[in-house]
């Protein structure tokens, strides 16, 4: 069974600095995605960025970014210039699907704060 | 433009009954699939549906669990007989297909069985 392990339960940082978020995963698939997703308190899973796993760039989405280390699987997620609305719950996600992108294994996730 | 709407939000239900979740894809959407969250975990998928067409239910108990997707109407996810360890937040997602198009997530729907 493919896993996803979110090391770090609960994380906190400063408005306006940076934070990196860890995430490794198991998979057997040769051809697969990788997801940052948020919840926030409403708890709509929104999608944060995405990670081709041929694609040995990086992803970025204006303040997210990633640092994708295929060998080690390895996904972590990093948010500069941290806002108060990025306060949530951050989930990582591999795709089991073969690249279908349907069936996701996600991590147990990560709870930001952001403090003002 | 609205996104995957879920109803009911909230669902309580005593043991022993049925718990139907609804759920609306978004405009143009004709893949549906169904997510739950058990508390302190991440989702874990169950079901992936085409209108009238149930294409991977390998996440899905295998009694008291169904799930439907008719021509017309919404995605229904159907529990008989709830237990108590059916409670669970269950979102559903849609896509315009499976590969590039990321999945788009509803609020979900929390269901507390008594």
């Known amino acids: 069974a493919q896993t996803v392990t979110q090391s770090q339960p609960e994380m906190s940082v400063q408005e306006a600095e940076t934070v990196t978020l860890s995430c490794t995963y198991d998979?057997?698939?040769?051809?697969?995605?990788l997801f940052w997703y948020k919840q926030p308190p409403s708890r709509q899973m929104i999608l944060v960025i995405r990670?081709?796993?041929?694609?040995?760039q990086n992803a970025t989405e204006n303040r997210f970014s990633v640092n994708f280390q295929k060998a080690a699987k390895s996904f972590s997620l990093k948010i500069s210039d941290s806002q108060l609305g990025d306060a949530a719950m951050y989930f990582c996600?591999?795709?089991?699907?073969?690249?279908?992108?349907?069936?996701?294994?996600f991590g147990k996730g990560t709870l930001l704060t952001v403090n003002p | 433009n609205a996104g995957v709407m879920q109803n009911p939000r909230h669902l309580v239900r005593r043991r022993g009954q049925e718990a139907r979740l609804r759920c609306s894809p978004m405009?143009?959407?004709?893949?549906v699939y169904w997510y739950r969250q058990l508390p302190e975990e991440g989702l874990k998928f169950m079901v992936y549906?085409?209108?009238?067409?149930?294409?991977?239910e390998s996440g899905m108990p295998k009694e008291r669990f169904s799930a439907e997707f008719p021509k017309e109407g919404p995605s229904i996810l159907r529990i008989q007989q709830v237990v108590r360890g059916d409670s669970a937040a269950y979102f559903c997602?849609?896509?315009?297909?499976?590969?590039?198009?990321?999945?788009?997530f509803g609020n979900g729907t929390r269901l507390t069985v008594t």
């Open positions: 997602a849609s896509s315009a297909g499976t590969g590039v198009s990321p999945l788009h």
């Open positions: 998979t057997s698939e040769s051809d697969y995605y």
């Open positions: 990670q081709e796993a041929y694609k040995q």
């Open positions: 996600a591999s795709d089991t699907s073969g690249g279908s992108n349907y069936k996701l294994t």
């Open positions: 405009k143009g959407h004709s893949h």
């Open positions: 549906l085409q209108k009238e067409n149930i294409i991977d």
